[in-house]
């Protein structure tokens, strides 16, 4: 009894490093490409920058995707299917339907967590950018490669990464809340920015809830790439709403 007691509490540190270490290698991976193909004086000058930002955008994801699912299943034989990320069958109506209601709810969950942050995390800056990789956008082309990067992209594979392979994970060697928690704080710290980190922290939480409520992935994606439609609008299609609201 004591040594299951044990095991289960070592998953529940061993898998969010695992996805943290997967996440991480990906990114290394695709850099010392980069700086193997720029010693071997390969320029990348003649490609548009948001072409090349959504490529390597695609690339990481992919690998990350690979390592973390990929190589327990190597090593183990511990197969993630379809089921255990979410994504055992199509997205209904109700799923589409999920999105809008939980963004009510992260828009309030959001508001609550920014004030109170503000009393006990003074020191941060809350009105510090968000990086996206991309800016200067001035051709449509630009504008669609930075819309699939950070819109379609990003959200669905950050969702089977965290609500999908982490979330699943965790639930089988922990307590649903807990399993929640550990899930959004890692979700918060990959992005590694403080008031970014508290934002999405919020948004996890009700993603987490979605993807346990509905039985599916679906709810999960659809509100993620709504919450970043959005932002990309205000950031890039329309940002002097931002600042007229602002100011």
Not at 101 to 113: F, R
């Amino acid at each position: 009894m004591w040594s299951n007691f044990s095991k289960h509490h070592v998953y529940l540190v061993a898998i969010p490093l695992w996805v943290f270490a997967g996440f991480m290698l990906a990114q290394a991976i695709v850099l010392a490409l980069a700086a193997t193909l720029g010693a071997l004086h390969v320029s990348f000058e003649g490609i548009n920058s948001a072409v090349l930002n959504t490529t390597v955008s695609v690339i990481i994801y992919a690998l990350a995707i690979l390592i973390v699912l990929g190589v327990p299943w190597l090593v183990r034989k511990a197969r993630t299917t379809k089921e255990d990320i979410g994504l055992h069958r199509l997205p209904t109506w109700l799923d589409i339907a999920w999105a809008p209601a939980g963004a009510i709810v992260y828009l309030i969950l959001t508001g609550i967590i920014t004030a109170l942050a503000t009393v006990v995390l003074p020191f941060v800056d809350y009105t510090q950018a968000q990086e996206t990789g991309f800016s200067g956008l001035t051709s449509q082309i630009e504008y669609i490669f930075a819309f699939l990067s950070l819109v379609v992209v990003a959200p669905f594979a950050e969702e089977v990464l965290f609500r999908g392979y982490l979330l699943g994970k965790l639930r089988k060697h922990g307590p649903l809340w807990l399993a929640v928690l550990i899930t959004s704080a890692l979700f918060a710290l990959v992005h590694f920015q403080w008031n970014v980190a508290l934002d999405v922290f919020a948004l996890s939480l009700v993603l987490c809830a979605l993807r346990v409520i509905s039985g599916s992935l679906w709810p999960s994606i659809l509100l993620h790439m709504l919450k970043n439609g959005i932002a990309f609008y205000f950031l890039f299609v329309n940002p002097s709403i931002l600042s007229t609201l602002g100011g």
